[in-house]
């Protein structure tokens, strides 16, 4: 079967770092998505890895190992307004996405 | 219209009712998806559509049905709605199967 794996809930500190990771088995392998959903909300995309390696984007960065199945979602400098869920995602090789449950990400002052 | 809209944005239903879901996009994206989300579980697909006049079956299709016949709508239509229907519904877009998903406010749903 296809499985996705993540944390199911995270606390962390303004200002500080926090990484939340992502294993994955899926049928096939065509990129993975991270998400941020707020409470009540539609996810959001914040970023795409297909190639091993680090993406970064501003505060957040995201990494890919494709031969051990594993991402990360590093996000720096924390801010009240990152208290949400982040979603991983995989597409397939039927290119749909494959979804975690998702990591509550809580930041207390 | 800007993006994609999703209506109703929330409702109640009696077992055995029929409704349909609607979700319309203006950015011309050739994928719609329907999901469903659920406390403790991630987004399961129901139906997709890659291209205006196609649908497929996701992961959950069972008592939902969709059509796509025009680029911008993707009604998702429940027959006859039971309790276990009880959900968020998302509809997303993309300009592509392997591109982002842009999704829409969402439509809670009770079925009692």
């Known amino acids: 079967g296809q499985n996705i794996d993540q944390p199911t809930e995270m606390t962390a500190t303004e200002g500080a770092i926090v990484q939340i990771n992502c294993t994955y088995q899926?049928?096939?392998?065509?990129?993975l998505f991270w998400y941020q959903q707020h409470a009540g909300e539609a996810p959001t995309f914040l970023s795409y890895?297909?190639l091993d390696g680090l993406e970064e984007k501003g505060r957040f960065s995201s990494f890919l190992s494709r031969s051990k199945g594993y991402s990360y979602l590093l996000l720096k400098e924390l801010q009240m307004k990152d208290s949400a869920s982040y979603l991983c995602?995989?597409?397939?090789?039927?290119?749909?996405?494959?979804w975690g449950a998702g990591t509550k990400l809580i930041i207390k002052p | 219209i800007a993006g994609i809209t999703q209506a109703p944005t929330s409702q109640i239903l009696a077992a055995g009712r029929r409704m349909t879901l609607r979700c319309t996009q203006d950015?011309?994206?050739?994928?719609m998806y329907w999901y469903r989300q659920d406390l403790g579980l991630g987004l399961r697909l129901i139906h997709y559509?890659?291209?205006?006049?196609?649908?497929g079956k996701g992961e959950v299709p069972d008592g939902y049905s969709v059509s796509r016949a025009n680029t911008d709508d993707f009604p998702l239509t429940l027959a006859s709605a039971v309790p276990s229907q009880t959900s968020v519904y998302f509809c997303?877009?993309?300009?592509?199967?392997?591109?982002?998903?842009?999704f829409g406010p969402g439509t809670r749903l009770t079925v009692l």
């Open positions: 890895n297909v």
């Open positions: 997303a877009s993309s300009v592509s199967g392997s591109n982002e998903q842009f």
């Open positions: 950015m011309r994206h050739n994928a």
């Open positions: 995602a995989v597409l397939d090789s039927n290119y749909q996405l494959i």
């Open positions: 559509s890659n291209t205006a006049g196609t649908t």
């Open positions: 899926t049928s096939g392998f065509n990129g």
